[in-house]
């Protein structure tokens, strides 16, 4: 017998015996959706022959379920998948929707075997983080463990490491932390991730950045983070030639309704486009440069680089080093010929559709004294749109002054 494996895009079947040399095959489930063997409507009772259309097999479908099965119709050892209702194609081309409830495949192990494609896979990548309880750190929790006895609001040494391990934890591993109940001082907190030699990277937006509607601190408030509007995922400052390399959000007044946020760690989510869903994709986003233009009634700045930018690293391996992400910023695509570009935008809806999976993204509702930071470079961040007078602080700081910050205080 076999055992069988669902993932969210593919199945994995390892088999008991590998005298040919293949202990494992992995299968997308559109391809099982479209080579089912059944005789209700998938082949021709009598010749066989395929009357499913590749063309009307959803890309994103999956299994509604699987299991081994002991036999089927002729005794051999098989593995039954149950599946959503799919439309099927009229005579002229045009779609009828099903009649089913769900449609039943059975694959005899011996036909997966002969027909394998993808034997004893090694490289696949699992989602990205989705779990905020995975980032959230509760500040107050530890302030109770650890408080300062001659200032009880304040963190002993020990719970000061203790809080920068865990931040520089969850930012080394997942690229994002969420802070509960860190308080109401945006200036103080800024020193929770840098040293106090350093300072923040001020920006066109200021040196903290206000974002409400109504904003009057800056004269750059034409943008959407000034509105109520939702603002989809992103990374920010593409348009610059240096990024920051870190932000971190402080909630100062929540949304009456709306305005959670989340996040995407993009790197995870390349590296699962590359091995899982499209190769194609992803080398047309590693190579195509995009335009980045902020175009704002004071402000102008332009930046040319691939949405994904890989570079060389210590190993001589081909790492992601960058995420540049930004639809509202992204100019006029005229750096692919004519022939290429449709290509280059399904590469685009691709990606993107990947991105808002639910299973992709770490959703986060602050309250009033909460942080969130993330990896600028690494993670893609948006907000769902709202109502109220929600307001945020925002502040970007260097990468080398956050890690070096994080590890020197991991280390004293």
Known sequence: MAQIELHPDWIRVAFSEAT????????HYFWLRHNCLCLNGCRHATTRERLIDAAVIPLNIRALRAVVSSTNENNEPAVTIFWPPIATKGARGELEPSQEKEHVSVFPLDWLRSNAYAINRKQTHDLPPHDVNLVTVNYQEIVAKYSNHEAPA??????????????YDKLSRY?????????SDTEEIIYDFIDPSADVIATHFGRIEHLRTGNTE???NDQLGYTNLPVRLHTDQCYAETVPGFQFLHCIRPADAGGENYFVHAESAANYLKTEVSRRAYDLLTTVPVRFDRKQSKFQALHIDPILRLSDNAAGERKLEQVRYSYFTQGPQNSVSFADMREWYEALQIWDKLLYRDDFQIKADLKAGDVVIYDNLKVLHARNGFTGARHMAGVYLSSSDLWSHLENTNHQ
């Open 20 to 27: 040919d040399g293949i202990v494992t095959a992995d299968f």
């Open 154 to 167: 304040k963190l002993t040494p020990e719970g000061t490491a203790y809080y920068k391990s865990q931040l």
């Open 175 to 183: 690229g994002v932390a969420v802070i509960r109940n860190r308080g």
């Open 218 to 220: 800056n004269s750059n």
